[in-house]
T-cell receptor, first 113, second 111 residues
């Protein structure tokens, strides 16, 4: 099993550009989520999904969109990048009943100039 | 919303020394989860505590849950450079999947 994979590993964007961060898992987990990690702020939940076709907002959803068309994939879209979105982004997945034992991807380091 | 406060924020120890990291919750803990993050990598699940007084060990790492104090501690015995990284506590609860994390404790172990 590859576990949770994320692409790209690094990305530099200019303000106003859009892009999609990819996340995939091969463990057939129903739950997938996106976090951002910033110095002094810890991990904050952006969006999450409890199954294909079901998504919901987390703590900091503004400026991001998600969709879940398959169990395996959960892409995160930045609509119009802003410097405040410079961060490290992590995707995670888990499955009932061990829903809090989450598997994390290696992260995407995004810089918006 | 639930908040988790970790202390200390950072810790530097000499190899072989013992250390303790604390995680205090603003609300009742129904489950406490410890994760470790190596620099530049994703989080790795360490252990889960669900009952008051519960204690679990993994190699030289022991975690305890004090439900009354809404607190958990993570103790490392005879630290090694491989223990270095960021330790984060997470709390879940209810019927959803969402985890709330503390801000983490950065551990440096000097050889």
């Amino acid at each position: 099993n590859a576990g949770v994979t994320q692409t790209p590993k690094f990305q530099v964007l200019k303000t106003g550009q859009s892009m999609t961060l990819q996340c995939a898992q091969d463990m057939n987990h129903e739950y997938m989520s996106w976090y951002r990690q910033d110095p002094g702020m810890g991990l904050r939940l952006i969006h999450y999904s409890v199954g294909a076709g079901i998504t919901d907002q987390g703590e900091v959803p503004n400026g991001y969109n998600v969709s879940r068309s398959t169990t395996e994939d959960f892409p995160l879209r930045l609509l119009s990048a802003a410097p405040s979105q410079t961060s490290v982004y992590f995707c995670a997945s888990s499955s009932w009943p061990k829903r809090y034992e989450q598997y994390f991807g290696p992260g995407t380091r995004l810089t918006v100039t | 919303s639930q908040e988790l406060e970790q202390s200390p924020q950072s810790l530097i120890v000499q190899e072989g020394k013992n250390l303790t990291i604390n995680c205090t919750s603003s609300k009742t803990l129904y489950g406490l989860y410890w994760y470790k993050q190596k620099y530049g990598e994703g989080l790795i699940f360490l252990m889960m505590l669900q009952k008051g007084g519960e204690e679990k060990s993994h190699e030289k790492i022991t975690a305890k849950l004090d439900e009354k104090k809404q607190q958990s501690s993570l103790h490392i015995t005879a630290s090694q450079p491989s223990h270095a990284g960021i330790y984060l506590c997470g709390a879940g609860g209810g019927s959803n999947y969402k985890l709330t994390f503390g801000k983490g404790t950065l551990l440096t172990v000097n050889p």
